[in-house]
């Protein structure tokens, strides 16, 4: 695990991308309720940069696994969405026999 903590602290820059795209995928899937206007929608991603951060600076000085957490917050999702989406055939599946 060293060696991919040693990778994240060479490049921070894409350490800090994956964070955001992590965050931002967390935020539009789990908490969008609706479309915001878009000088709403500009504050929230450069707050959400501002936290990409703060992350980005546990994940390098603290070694905290930040970027691991997201990738397995990302996965659960994902199963979630595909079990989801499975259901839906059966019953659509059921309902026309």
């Known amino acids: ?3 991919l903590y040693d990778w994240f602290f060479a490049h921070p820059w894409i350490t800090f991308f994956i964070i955001f ?3 931002a995928f967390v935020y539009n899937k789990v908490f969008r309720v609706k479309k915001l206007p878009i000088l709403k929608e500009i504050i929230v991603y450069i707050i959400m940069a501002i936290g ?3 992350l980005l600076l546990f994940q390098l000085d ?3 696994p930040i970027v691991p957490s ?3 917050a990302v996965l659960l ?3 979630v ?3 989801y989406w499975i259901e ?3 019953e659509k599946d059921n309902k026309q026999e």
């Open 77 to 79: 999702m994902l199963t």
């Open 52 to 54: 990409a951060f703060i």
């Open 70 to 72: 997201l990738a397995i």
């Open 1 to 3: 695990m060293s060696a």
């Open 62 to 64: 603290l070694r905290i």
């Open 21 to 23: 795209a992590g965050l």
């Open 88 to 90: 839906g055939r059966q």
């Open 81 to 83: 969405k595909i079990r």
